[in-house]
């Protein structure tokens, strides 16, 4: 792994940004700041493209602030024979351990195994070792068999009834919103022009290709023409919707899945337990003072952005959960819900949602325009390798320059250093020396700033109130969000509760306290007077209150959720 001394990093000004994207002309531009567009931006200008990015919402607003959070092969994979999905997804899974250790880290899985399951034991341990083996020299650690008596003992939540024995194996886990923007953050150090509500409402053409893309800011609602010689769309679910624009047919099959939060006290694992239901499989994810259980799969065919977990969702999961621990969870212990909508390739024969592969695929449209669907969060970055390769392949010589090899699996992201479990260590010791935070605090601010820990402290220095928690109970520290303003381009309230932070999720959640409280720090940044700071905090209140929805069911799913 490679990279420059971790400076302190350069402000992020959003307003610059918008003239670099007015006035340069683009090697390639970049439509989507999800967690793909976010590599493709970072691979192409570390190969010495001229790089520009647009993204109509918050980076990451979009799927790649709704997963299940989890960087791993995709173990269930095997059953279906993708052995290439599940060998490319263990070498990014290693690499991303390398290129983000503070974000990126390993967790042990927990499979229980019960009297009369569908799998064996024996089956369970043949594909795990197959699991082990296609991670090679990336492995995490090699599966282990626990007796009954021995994972009661390590798990005491899970139904005992018909446990007959239990398999740990290694993945990890991340922050997928944090991961995201650390890789959008690498790319525009290194010279990437990126914005966010910036939307591509049309497409420029001359010469039979593309000459640019029709923008318009949202916050302003100026337009401006991208002048670009080649366009790479990575829109996620919102991919068919970005084709139309040329007249290309849709390739799609959306599918949305939801995830629950309740308090740890209500459901409590040391592990990431991984379980079926009625032929689905889930996960119960440990995360700080909560763990959030997921994932639903069923077809989608609306707006993405306007998922949401509905009764008759939050009720199936619960009821997964109550089948499979010691738990009697009802609605009333739901402290938040997130619904993500993946942008799965449609297939021939249409398998069951969770049966349809998550590979990805390369299209081209107009000449110099490309798009990518399909894959991961895990696989992400070698997607967007995929795609530069093609684009440097078929624009040779259209380019301003000579383009250089893929360097996104050797360049560590933002924050990430070599040996960053002992640098870890020294650091929380010298933050508690140094200062009166918490170890809680101190522990949360290097795993999620990594090397740029300090650098949240600096306005702190004249102003101690930042060092206060944004919410009673909570480690995020109102420093946070002047820093997000200042090397984050957050804009919007909800850009640091829900993405700088996941306050929203595992945090303050429909608190209006701690909402106008980050007001105030934000506002102080950005020049919003009272009105506005009120106006924030009653839209992040709406979409608050919103991933609760499902407490008060519309007509015809109360009906299907006490069937």
Known sequence: MSGTPDAIPRHVDRGEMIKRLRRETFDLVVIGGGITGAWIARDAVLRGLTVALVEKGDFASGTSSRSSRLVHGGLRYLRHRHISLVRESLRERGLLLQLAPHIVRPIPFLIP?????????????????????????RRIGWHRT?????????????????????????????????????????????GAAAANYVEAVSWESAG?????????????????????????????????????MVGDAPVLRPTKGIHVVVPRERLRTESIVAFFWEGRPFFAVPAGRHTYVGTTDTDWTGD???????????????????ASFETALEMADVTATWAGVRPLIAEEGSPAPSDVSRDYEILEGPAGVYAI????????????????????????????????????????LPGATAGFEGYRRQSVHALQRGSDLTDEVAGHLIGTYGTRHADILCDAATDESLLGPVAAGSPVICAEAAYAVANEMAVKLEDFMWRRSDLMLFGSGVDRAAAARVAGVLGRSLGWDEARARDEVDAYMREAEGMLSFRQPVPGVAAATDK
Request: proline letters at 2%; a neutral charge; one cysteine or more.
């Open 113 to 137: 195994v019960y009297e009369g399951d569908r799998d064996s034991p024996l089956l369970l341990r043949i594909g795990l070792t197959g699991y082990d083996l296609l991670a090679g020299s």
């Open 146 to 190: 626990r007796s009954r008596t021995q994972v009661m003992k390590e798990e005491p939540a899970i139904r005992s009834e018909g446990l007959h024995s239990g398999l740990f194996y290694f993945d990890a886990v991340t922050n997928d919103s944090r991961l995201t923007l650390a890789v959008m953050l690498g790319a525009i150090e290194s």
């Open 208 to 244: 039979g290709r593309v000459a640019g893309v029709n923008c318009q800011d949202s916050l302003t609602g100026e337009s401006f023409t991208l002048r670009a010689r080649a366009v790479a769309g990575a829109a996620g679910p919102w991919t068919d919707e970005l084709r139309a």
């Open 304 to 322: 993405p952005g306007e998922a949401l977990a509905t009764a008759e969702d939050v009720s199936s999961v619960l009821a997964a959960v109550n």
């Open 373 to 412: 669907c399909g894959g991961k969060l895990t696989s992400a970055r070698s997607m967007a390798q995929a795609l530069v390769d093609r684009i440097s392949e078929k624009e040779r010589g259209r380019l301003s320059g000579r383009v250089g090899r893929c360097r996104t699996n050797r360049v560590l």
